[in-house]
């Protein structure tokens, strides 16, 4: 039980939609609360258990209700829980911070934050010591109780403010063991005093004073519904002072401050026994106190500043800048900031410092606050006045750097350079600059060489990072150019990385001109390749083409030579498998169509509709046939405003827009647009549109099919007129049904009609067709119907709706379902999919009267049904009627008795309602009726029907058993139908 | 100055990536939400993250040569903040994810950010350089470099992180880092009355005092044997303590101390148990050219130690010349895969002759495995590796009376399988690499006397202090090839 909650506890931390999509987060909770009381489980596992409250609350905890009890509940848990399972306890009491704050429930009305805030400072001031606990100082409750309040005190500012000088009296006490965690906590509290009190107006010293002799309860316990709280405890956490706007609130005191000072000062003074992490937030924290009490110099700081600057730890460090950018010259002179500045450059690049931090510090270093800064104030990248091309040197970039560090030293390298050249603009480029040059070709060099793909794309970033910077300096960017074009005509695979580079070269950070010659250039290399098609290989051709693609995006640039490219590839007679390329060909096309869209078309007109006229008829592919036909039709019809119009509907345009669109091309090889690939998708409707009603009543009969005409011929062929004996009656009724196609079939009708509940969007519908499938082969296939037009009632005034026909081929006579789905045209103009509710042909839609001619008579009829009741109840030796009359008895033949309570009124009815169609009349017999049901294929069901005292009798004979079942139903259905109509009536 | 989230990945060469361990914490995701306002991005599960971080660190889809996410020259890697791009929208970004990556684990975490837009400077957010302490940390914690993923070292570490986050880190807010062994044997609580004990020394000694002083001084160079390109080397040095001493707060002395004439220690860092520091230690900076009345020690550290041994600081060090001057030529015979191979080494007269060990490996990339290899070396002996593609020229302990060595000879390539490849060594490109250590030795002249370590207490404790040099990155390229150097270094 243990091991399971330990994995459900961590199958639910790695993915806890994934968990909770198998259970609820209710019951998972009531389970984690109600595991904690169990006393078979071990404390170790209890505090797995506390976990995913931990990590997740507002998940487990959806409402601030849920969270206050499952915070009272484990409070309960807490108060049993004995002292010595120290780490269970403190984790209790962190996930109770953590469900009391994340639920929101940190409120003078909740009960559970009263007793949790007032449990918290009791243990805080809980000064016994078991000489057997663990020596560690921070393994304790109390050091956990203080980190509670001081994450409550941090999302609930000035909860605790009233309480500074009980904590500043815990923190001063003689041996406290937990001094770091009252030192954090006390100058958090204070802090966030402070910076309430400075929001309000006309505070001063003697605000403050209260604030630090403050020994009241908790700001709410006191008096929760009092309108001071309001002042007291801010409702969201407080953001940083030192913020990069550098004004925070300030507090104006006058110099009396003494108490505030001798309490920092205090602080201070023992700020060398924490660990750095928590010097750092405690420096901090009170870096913010005199940012924002005036009356307090910052001198105060001056004699840890040494200690701070000298660390190798990086956070303390940072702390001596983030001081001087609250203090700048009222705590730094110009020499401290230049001695500073010397520390930062040497650590950017301190073999001991590690990768991380030097990133982090070279960061600093173009962030650097100046005591009095010219340079970007915006939070822009500048280095400081005092950073000289010697301090640069130490940061130049070299071969041996991580890819990161090497672009952080390129940059400020970079900074420092651009500064110099400008001013030796005209003159001799720097020297500086030459060495980053350098730099940048070496890196080049490692590419050309086969470097990995992380040298490739570090050297793609530094040349933009290189370019941004001296993009200007046309020698090195024409030199650049000419590189990269030898780069990718050495290595085509590097297609996409120069593309990038002149993509992002022309969205503006380098001087506008340079990616269009950079393309031009790509140009010029990717048509040389021209000359001898057959050394190229089919990928480096591939690459080819998508480079040219994007050039013939470029109004600027020329497209002679790339249309002469494509006629060589287009016509050149290398291997055969090219002509079948089917990709090659796309790639071709989205040339192509780049360039029906270029400014300077009119030139290319001829040339460009010779390559794709040759696509169109040469190529193997029928597809790449039937696009080049096309671009050849719009190059060759269209106008070029037309044309532009046709193209421009897809590009959306611009630049960008045509950007967008190669990045289509690229990935769907023959995209052309959005909207025309919309036009040319069949868009699949989610839900079903309409569906069709059967006509009349429901689950009526199927109409009754004409008897074919030449039934006439066909009877007296076999010669099976009116007169002929009783014997030739079924051979020349067999023989019949055997040549008439039409029997076999049954015409439903149904009509279309919008569904009520149908999505939006459809309301008239063109060009329908409906495609069906027959369920489990009981029908033969049927053929697709056109409906012309479907509009919604109302939409359109005197629309009624479609009737659809459905001509059904049964090949078994039992009832079965059929799949509809269809296509249509919406009023979007866009082609639709939609599936349709399945139709559900029921048994009785299977009946249909005696197939015989018209010209047979009652008489004729009736002699018809007797020899077939004869045959069917004889179980006797003429073979069943499909098979022609000869033959075997057949194992199918039954018959069958079936009562139903019906007065003879009601009998009536229901002879009137379900059976006229198939009644066969015997002016003989007035008492019984004969029904003849035939299911086509070739299936007959008959009836005698004879109404007893109190019951009707529905005697049947049958030439398929298996017909049974489904008689059966279908009488209880009609007989109780017309029970119920009965008694409703 | 709290943490969001944190995570510990391994992945090996970018596959079989997987989050091994991750933390939230929501009162921290509290106070973001609060603070961000309208610009909130909360922190998906950790799949989607890790998915977000492969892909900014260029380790997703290894197999595809480019992903327009990834490798987009626009996306510069400057600072260790990445930005995770959770959705499309412009506000769907998490930053600052701090990452920092050794061999195959990564470590990230989420700081919180005290301010709403615009984005400050990451340098004016005190949370960063927290959330990097406590990475370093947790990293020495998890085994450093030395990590393997499925070794016996990193699952029982990784099953102790709730435990170990417990205290160092318990609602997000870093208070401290793990110690890497647990001090519980050595360390026996304060009593009470007994003055302040720092939070980062969790008990006392008890037992037989000593403080040991170990003093490693580090050599890196390049040597290119070309009078255009200027030769670089530089050494650092670290003071390694571990000290057992009795009482709650001991201190102690350590004093570094240089030869008349020696050149000043410089870059100077500290432990932060250093109790003060004198401004002149910290003066001399490697990046300026800095006083000629630059001070030259005795370098005094005061301190109360840590339980546990530590790193007391780390100095740079400016001398005039590399311990070994060496030369490598490598040329081009008539035969393409003949060359001829020439070595000279010389010990620099002022180092020690006394070598733990000394050995120039001289890798050959890009060309097959060599077949003949005819070189006579005038000290020590030539071995070649296994796969034949390395020359491993060892020393010894010792070099001649003369000080000078020297490798002479032809080697020819006509081997079957191909060698390793580097595409910075194509060509005559090539370098020889050295690896020595000389015991009881620093090249700044920089030691710790015994006498000099002073310690305030009752017990006197036995003192042991040494010193040693070893090499690092020791290249010296082939000059008659091109080095893979910017010329225009130097003219700065």
Sequence with gaps: ?985 | MSIRALWIITHEKGEHVSVRFSRRFPTVEYRAKSLAGSSYQAVPEDSAVLQLLLTELGLADPGKPYVAQRDDCLNQRRTPALELHVDSSAKGILWPVLVISRGPLILACLPLVEAGEPRPPLSSLLSVSQGLTLLEGLQSFLGGSEIKTDGDGLAPRLALMPSVLQQVCPLGTPLDVPQARAPSTAGVPAAAGSPRQPAWRTGQHRGRPAVNVALTETVRCMQYGDPSKQDLWDVYGTVTCKCDVEGVLPNVTVTLTLPPNGSPLQDILAHPCVTSLDSSILNASSVDDGDGSAFSGPYKFPFCPPLEPFKLCSYTSQVPVPPILGSYQLKQQQEVNHLRVSVNLKLHESVKNTFEYCEARLPFFNRVQMSTVDVKVSSGHLDVNKEKNLLVWVLGQKFPKSREVTMEGGIRFSGQLPGPVDPLCTDLTAYLKLYFKVPDLTLSGCSVDQHSVQVYSCAKPKIVTCRELQSKEYFIWNSTGPAPVSSGQMIL
């Design chain 1, 1 to 985: 039980m243990a091991v399971s909650w330990v994995e459900r506890v961590a199958s639910f931390l790695r993915s806890p939609s994934r968990f909770l999509a198998s259970t609820t987060a209710e019951v998972f909770l009531v389970e984690l609360l109600r595991e904690q009381r169990d006393e078979r489980l071990t404390y170790d596992v209890k505090l797995t258990m506390l976990s995913p409250l931990c990590e997740h609350p507002t998940l487990l905890c959806p409402s601030a209700c849920t969270g206050e009890e499952t915070c009272l509940e484990l409070m309960s848990v807490f108060s049993h829980c004995p002292p010595k399972y120290t780490e269970f306890r403190c984790q209790l009491l962190l996930t109770l911070t953590t469900v009391l704050v994340s639920t929101g429930c940190v409120s003078a009305h909740s009960h559970a934050s009263r007793d949790f805030l007032e449990l918290l400072l009791k243990l805080a001031q809980d000064t016994y010591y078991d000489p057997a606990d663990v020596p560690s100082a921070l393994r304790s409750t109390r050091a956990a109780a203080c980190e509670c309040l001081r994450e409550l005190e941090a999302c609930c500012p000035g909860l605790l403010s009233q309480h500074l000088e009980l904590l500043n009296g815990l923190r001063q006490q003689e041996n406290p063991r937990h001094h770091q965690a009252l030192s954090g906590l006390y100058a958090a509290v204070l802090r966030n005093g402070v910076h309430l009190l400075a929001r309000q107006a006309g505070a001063g010293p003697e605000g403050l004073k209260a604030l630090l002799g403050g020994n009241a309860a908790v700001a709410w316990e006191a008096e929760p519904d009092s309108p001071a709280l309001t002042d007291r405890v801010a409702s969201a956490p407080l953001p940083s002072v030192l913020g990069p706007s550098g004004l925070g609130p300030s507090l104006q005191t006058g110099p009396d401050c003494k108490e505030l000072r001798s309490v920092l000062s205090s602080l201070l003074e023992e700020s060398y026994l924490l660990t750095p992490l928590s010097q750092a937030a405690l420096f901090h924290a009170l870096t913010e106190v005199v940012a924002m009490v005036s009356g307090v110099s910052p001198a105060i700081f001056k004699a840890q500043l040494l200690r701070l600057l000298g660390t190798s730890k990086v956070c303390l460090f940072h702390c001596t800048l983030l001081m001087k950018a609250a203090f700048t010259d009222s705590l730094f002179s110009a020499e401290d900031e230049a001695f500073l500045l010397r520390r930062l450059v040497a650590l950017c690049q301190h073999p001991q410092v590690s990768t991380a931090a030097q990133l982090f510090y070279t960061d600093c270093l173009v962030h650097f606050p100046e005591n009095r800064p010219i340079g970007a104030a915006d939070g822009g990248e500048a280095l400081p006045v005092l950073f000289t091309p010697r301090l640069a040197a130490a940061l130049a970039p070299t071969m041996f750097d991580e890819p990161a560090t090497m672009l952080a030293r390129l940059n400020v390298s970079a900074l420092v350079h651009l500064e110099e050249h400008g001013e030796r603009e005209g003159g001799a480029a720097g020297g500086g600059l030459a060495c980053l040059w350098d730099h940048l070709l070496l890196r080049l060099h490692v590419v050309e060489h086969g470097g990995d793909r992380a040298g490739v794309v570090t050297f793609f970033r530094a040349s933009f990072l290189f370019l941004c910077h001296f993009g200007h300096v046309e020698r090195y960017a024409a030199d650049l150019r000419r590189r990269l074009c030898a780069l990718y005509l050495r290595h085509c695979r590097l297609a996409p990385h120069v593309l990038n580079l002149a993509d992002r070269a022309q969205d503006g950070a380098v001087r506008p001109g340079w990616a269009v010659a950079l393309l031009r250039c790509l140009q010029g290399a990717a048509v040389s390749a021209g000359d001898d098609l057959a050394a190229v290989s089919q990928k480096d051709l591939h690459w080819h083409l998508r480079v040219l693609a994007r050039v013939a995006e470029e109004g600027q640039i020329g497209q002679g030579s790339t249309v002469d490219f494509l006629f060589a590839v287009a016509t050149s007679a290398s291997p055969a498998s090219r002509n079948e390329d089917w990709r090659l060909a796309s790639d071709l096309l989205a040339v192509c169509r780049h360039l029906l869209a270029h400014p300077g078309l009119d030139v290319l007109l001829c040339p460009l509709a010779d390559v794709l006229q040759h696509v169109a008829r040469r190529h193997g592919d029928t597809d790449v046939r039937d696009h080049a036909r096309l671009y050849y039709s719009l190059l060759t019809a269209l106008s070029r405003e037309k044309l532009a119009g046709v193209l421009a509907n897809g590009g959306g345009g611009g630049a960008n827009g045509g950007r967008q669109d190669n990045k289509c091309a690229l990935s769907a090889m023959v995209v052309e647009s959005q909207d025309l690939t919309s036009a040319l998708t069949i868009h699949k409707a989610r839900t079903p549109v309409f569906h069709l009603v059967a006509k009349g009543r429901a689950g009526g009969w199927a109409e009754s099919t004409p008897a074919p005409e030449d039934d006439d011929e066909a009877a007296a062929a076999a010669g099976t007129d009116p007169g002929a004996p009783d014997a030739d009656v079924l051979s020349s009724y067999r023989s019949q049904l055997l040549s008439s196609g039409s029997a076999a079939e049954i015409a439903l009708s149904y009509e279309l009609r919008h569904l009520d509940a149908g999505p939006p969007g459809f309301d008239r519908l063109f060009s329908l067709r409906l495609h069906f499938e027959p369920s489990a082969g009981r029908f033969a296939a049927l053929p697709d119907v056109c409906v012309p037009r479907l509009f919604r009632e109302g939409a359109s005034a005197a629309a009624a709706p479609p009737a659809v026909t459905l001509t059904l081929r049964p090949r078994a006579p039992y009832p079965g379902t059929l799949r509809c789905s269809a296509i249509f045209t919406a009023q979007d103009e866009l082609t639709w999919h939609a599936a349709l509710p399945d139709v559900h042909v029921a048994f009785r839609q299977l009946f249909k009267p005696l197939p015989v001619p018209a010209s047979w008579g009652p008489a004729l009829r009736l002699r018809a049904f007797e020899r077939l009741w004869d045959e069917f109840c004889s179980g006797g030796e003429a073979g069943s009627v499909g098979e022609g009359g000869g033959g075997d008895a057949s194992p199918d033949r039954a018959s069958s008795l079936f009562c139903g309570r019906l007065g003879e009124a009601e009998l009536e009815a229901l002879l009137k309602e379900h059976f006229a169609p198939f009644r066969v009349a015997d002016p003989g017999d007035v008492t019984g009726h004969r029904v003849l049901l035939f299911l086509p294929p070739r299936s007959h069901v008959l009836l005698r029907i004879r109404p007893q005292e109190d019951a009707v009798q529905f005697h049947m004979a049958t030439d398929n058993w298996r017909l049974l079942p489904h008689v059966n139903d279908f009488l209880l259905s009609v007989t109780d139908w017309e029970a119920r109509n009965g008694v409703d009536s």
